[in-house]
């Protein structure tokens, strides 16, 4: 716990203009950003007299070890650099309102020739219309079945819909009606981009003047006694008010508007949101998120504007917001919401009629909420402290393992080995500090030397952020925090995607520097061992080691020939099977994405200069390697884009690889060496899935 008068600035040093700043930790990360109209009277209130500060803030004041700070011109350009900081370094005692999902919204792609309704999550798409958010996915889909009827616009795939322009057959929809087809050219290009408008123009709300004009239609069919055209615009008009009438008008304006309601008590908030377009709730959402700062409801309704509009432009911001508080001082936020949308945004507290009926409504809706997460999470807590207690008993730990560490290693029968880092903080996964590693340190099959390989890759990442820092001085680590030549340890993010896990990157949270407080291998007694070695010959001595084995889930501790044993039933050892659990499904992920990428390798991947383009034109003009293997230069030199000198590169490459085996289908023993593959050096299981030829069938069996 630092003393905040180590850090405090000194007086006068603190401007007394706009800004935003930063409180950072002992290792360097931010824990909280804050934006201020003058910062200097702004800090000044956090180096009070701790007894006088809001519990949390003290906390906050007290975990920090630095303050910093970066002035800006105006209070919108604060709010606007405080939502950036905020996203980009995750500061653990900021308000952050968290949902477990990513609402759907229906998308209309009018960016594509034929225009495509689906169901759409995450970042929105330049050219496509969103409509939402939905509470289900469901209800998306229930709409749009109740549309189809009335705009047979496509739903299907790119894959289903050219399939079925070269097949010539539509899917089932444009058999039943549901669809116009124009993958088989029923409807013109221009005449089904007319329909998805007058999907969009139904959706958005403009629905009277297209109900009037069918029912005209319908009646002129009756009065020329076209009786069943007649009664098919009548079933297509109770199609359309069904689906009106998933949407009640609570607003009798048509106004497009968000509502905003906030239900908090000393420790939580809740927030629910009710999007109205065209005076009709088109969608609803919530957050909830925990007041680990001291916070008033209206700066809670200021971090919900930064949540919802932070990344929306245009019609994706209403004309009006409605709040149950204003922020304070509230012109700067309005001006910061007019530029998001371009044109005069409302940002007011309803008093009277219809709107504060409706605030009314989402206010409950806010409460209730809050109530059901209070009373979800009351055993989760409960139970999640319990077992960080029971394993710090068992351990023989000072305090509770606030963030384990778990590792695991993978391969199949030796080849592609590879490890797993989770990360658990408070009980729960921190996927965005997942890492993953490739052991090149040694060929072959030996999970001891592959985890002391691993553990101190990763610790020695960690003393070297220390040293850059100037927290660490231990003698003789020089050597061993110089040895970082060839290492490739990469992490992961829910989405897949890698980062620099040794990167400097100024307080982001993906990182190594921070230390757990046990690390759990998977394993018994020689991955114990090995872990605990690789830590002392570090000097890294405040870091807790055990494993945990699989086949009577014992914990082991270094140094000891007998296991603990932890009640089947205990808290803590679920705990630790949960992440062990995560770490091995995290590490043969990993390890099967290698594998597959090795099987679908080529001889070509080895030409240096060759493109994935190049390299797909050349199979797309041959047919297979093969074929290629016996063109000579000049035929070669016909793929467009091939000169003599690549052809030739490309000759010797592939006469100097190896002549694949022969492809067998394994389950009916047929030789598959002339069929036009991209990849004939691979052969089929019986499911059809290829492997290297000469590779077991019973892979499954063979992977650790």
Known sequence: MADPSSYRPKPGQIPDSPGVYRFRDEHRRVIYVGKAKSLRQRLANYFQDLASLHP???TMVTTAASVEWTVVSTEVEALQLEYSWIKEYDPRFNVKYRDDKSYPYLAVTMNEEFPRVQVMRGHKKKGVRYFGPYGHAWAIRDTVDLLLRVFPVRTCSAGVFKNATRTGRPCLLGYIGKCSAPCVGRIEPEEHRELAEEFCDFMAGRTGT?????????????EEMEYERAARLRDDIEALKKAMEKNAVVLADATDADLIAVAEDELEAAVQIFHVRGGRVRGQRGWVTDKVEDVTTAALVEHA???????????AVPKEVLVPALPDPVEPVQEWLTGRRGSNVSLRIPQRGDKKALMETVQRNAQQALALHKTKRASDLTTRSRALEEIADALDLDSAPLRIECYDISHLQGDDVVASMVVFEDGLQRKSEYRRFQIKGFAGQDDVRSMHEVITRRFRRYLAEKEKTGEWVEDGTEGA??????????????DGGTVDGFKDDDGRPKKFAYPPQLVVVDGGQPQVAAAKRALDELGIDDIAVCGLAKRLEEVWLPEDDDPVVLPRSSEGLYLLQRVRDEAHRFAITYQR????KRFRSSPLDDVPGLGETRKQALIKHFGSVKKLRSAT????????GIGRKTAETIAVALAQAAPAAPAVNTATGEIMDDREDEAPETTADASGEPVAAGAPDDRRGQER
Do not use: F
Not at 481 to 494: E, K, V, W, Y
Not at 633 to 640: K, N
């Open 56 to 58: 949390r803030t003290r």
């Open 210 to 222: 297209y109900l009037r004009r069918l029912e005209q239609r319908m009646r002129d069919a009756a």
């Open 633 to 640: 230069i000049e035929q070669i030199q016909e793929v467009p």
């Open 481 to 494: 925090l110089s040895d970082t030549a060839g290492l490739t340890d990469t992490g992961t993010d829910t």
């Open 593 to 596: 994405t290698k594998r597959a």
């Open 305 to 315: 504007l930064q949540q919802l509009y932070g990344e929306e432009t245009g019609d």
